[in-house]
DNA sequence: TAATAAGGCTAACATACGTTAGCTAATCAT
DNA sequence: ATGATTAGCTAACGTATGTTAGCCTTATTA
């Protein structure tokens, strides 16, 4: 790994724990094992380093959710939908890197036009339309009753959204919200598919 | 209006919109018409007037959440009822104080435990547990069709926090958030009431 | 082999910012 | 009236922090 990239990394830890602001270049420098001013070879400054993991995100953004061979294959009942979703959700939780970019943008959401854009997509429309996508199959096979798939989607992710962030600022809830969202999830099952 | 109350109030404007750590003393100083070193004797320092800010988010909380007087009467009707909710979404979108504390939160919701709880609180439980309240009352009217009340709030409100959210860093889509919320609520009101 | 570039270091700077000390004017209770 | 408290001010301090300058070593390349 270059050194360039463990400085990203270790400030995306920082940055996400403590906020931009109250993390200092030398102790992203720190982690590194280099000092503050060695930085300085890498990036332009503090912020530089910030947009740079705002790049990132965004590319990972696009990985993720621009194509569609990452959804996997349809599922084919109710229980599988329900694992399904689950899984999606707990992979969320619990990958550092995507966890890490959740609380940064959360944090940092109002710090300039960019940052607010990016983490409307991210905690509005990426999974949501993901799950539009997939509602949107299913309907077609007669899995889902007939109705709005952007909405359906809205309304599966949306709880799912806030307790994920619940689990963010308060990790020692983190199994409470995952059966939080698994009984959402089951109980948005019961109403809008089929059978 | 006592000093104490215009340096609190500056304060929350401020730490709002800039977040706690880019919001100088100085700054909140000069909002009030008095120099920083002025503020400490009211205040023992910056961070106590961040405290003293998340009391009275408290006090606001018990007193808007705490009681039921003020859910006002129930809805009769399906159109009734959107007229309400979207009543209270508009509210607490345009209230300053309210959205000036939700925004707060939502910045510093990571810089200590206190502050996570609450903004758990605000984000997830309270006005979940509002129109848990309105929607069993309504259930018990054979307005709603029988289910779990609580799942059904969380179902109702999580799109509209989501949204409310998204107009706050984002106050240029207020109007299409609002519209959004509309939508979702009207689909609500479809699939869970009676008739 | 010589020259150059990369990437680390130390020293130092600039400055912004939270806070304290100490003075003064005004208000208020005794 | 007078002593005390309140609440403002200026000056100054201390410190943390982002950044720059300049040096040195290592690796690459002509």
Redesign the pocket.
Known sequence: M???ERILGAALTLFAENGF???????I?GCV??????????F?????ILNALIDTAEARYEEYFGSERHFGKLPGSKEEFVRMTMGKVSFTIRDPMISRIRKLLVQEQFRNERLAEITTRHQLYGIQRMFTKIIEGMMDEGMFKKDDPALLAAELTAPAVLLISRADRQPQCEKESLESIERHIRHFCDVYMTE
């Open positions: 270059t050194t360039r602001d109250r993390t200092g270049v030398d102790q420098a094992g280099i000092k503050g001013p060695s930085l300085y070879k890498h332009k400054g503090k912020e530089d």
